[in-house]
């Protein structure tokens, strides 16, 4: 019997990522519970979906803290208070301090718009377009304090066709997006997923250093 899987999902924007979340508990018998969503801009259009699931928000402003440091001690605190077994990055746009990552260590999930090691940080589609790759996607791995390194969960590789733009080429990886982060929480609410000292195991097997791949 699968015991129930608290998450806290991290947000500051739209929340597309959060949505597919909630569509796959909600659909396709995830046993993952989105606990709460927390954002860091009142603003975010994902805390209204989450209100719209009836699931618990909050709103921690880092600019009302003095530093990161600050702003993550006091996240760790509102996070801690719904007892999460897994906190999800879905578009959360803060750089985590060390202190945050290692809290969470084994239980901290993000997923990048590149198939890491590839385009870590910003506008990964235009730099795949600019470097000719033939295929881009995006990658879910455990978070470590190195930016966008941790180890790889689960890559999504799709085709660059002849005449992708920046956008197009976005809006096709966002799609896969919302098919592996899913599946990614699954495995982990499932007991399949955790970090080792090897890296990342799926089924008590150390995944390649690509993650699981997925074609498309």
Request: glycine share 8%; aromatic share 6%; charged share 15%.
């Amino acid at each position: 019997m699968t015991t129930q899987c608290n998450v806290v999902v991290l947000i500051s924007g739209s929340g597309s990522n959060l949505q597919a979340l909630i569509d796959s508990i909600t659909q396709n018998g995830n046993p993952a519970r989105i606990a709460a969503v927390i954002s860091n801009r009142a603003d975010a259009y994902g805390l209204t979906r989450a209100q719209n699931a009836g699931i618990a928000t909050a709103v921690l402003d880092h600019k009302q803290f003095d530093g990161r440091e600050a702003f993550d001690s006091a996240l760790i605190e509102a996070i801690d208070a719904f007892d999460p077994q897994l906190v999800v990055l879905a578009g959360f746009m803060r750089i985590l301090t060390p202190g945050f990552v290692n809290h969470y260590s084994g239980r901290l999930l993000n997923i990048h718009p590149s198939l890491l090691p590839k385009y870590k940080g910003l506008h990964t589609h235009q730099r795949a377009l600019e470097s000719g790759d033939s295929e881009h996607g995006c990658s879910v791995h455990f978070v470590t304090e190195e930016l966008d390194g941790g180890p790889l969960v689960v890559q999504a590789v799709v085709p660059v066709l002849a005449d992708d733009s920046a956008e197009s080429l976005a809006q096709r990886v966002h799609g896969q997006e919302h098919l592996i982060y899913p599946l990614a929480v699954r495995w982990f609410a499932e007991g399949r997923l955790r970090l080792a000292d090897q890296g990342a195991m799926l089924d008590n097997q150390v995944l390649p250093s690509s993650g699981h791949l997925i074609r498309t």
